[in-house]
């Protein structure tokens, strides 16, 4: 038994409105998550890794956004 997993994949959408929905819905949820986490981590962490965290979060903060603006146009 062996699950499908894909990761850092763009959303799939084939037009149909209800995914287009729920793919916007779950890139907003996820920015939120993100943007969250940033503020209480605050702009620069207290050691390397809460710096290393806020990069990467950063960095998919950024691509989500990019996700969530394709969707829409």
Do not use: K, W
């Not at 409105?17 to 702009?43: C, K, N, S």
Request: net charge negative.
């Amino acid at each position: 038994m062996y699950a499908n997993l894909a990761v850092s994949t763009r959303p799939v959408s084939l037009g149909h409105p209800v995914a287009d929905y729920r793919a916007a819905d779950y890139l907003r949820q996820e920015i939120a998550f993100l943007e969250t986490r940033l503020h209480e981590m605050g702009e620069s962490g207290d050691c390397a890794y809460e710096r290393a965290l806020s990069r990467a979060y950063e960095t998919l903060l950024c691509e989500r956004r990019q996700q969530l603006a394709q969707l829409q146009a």
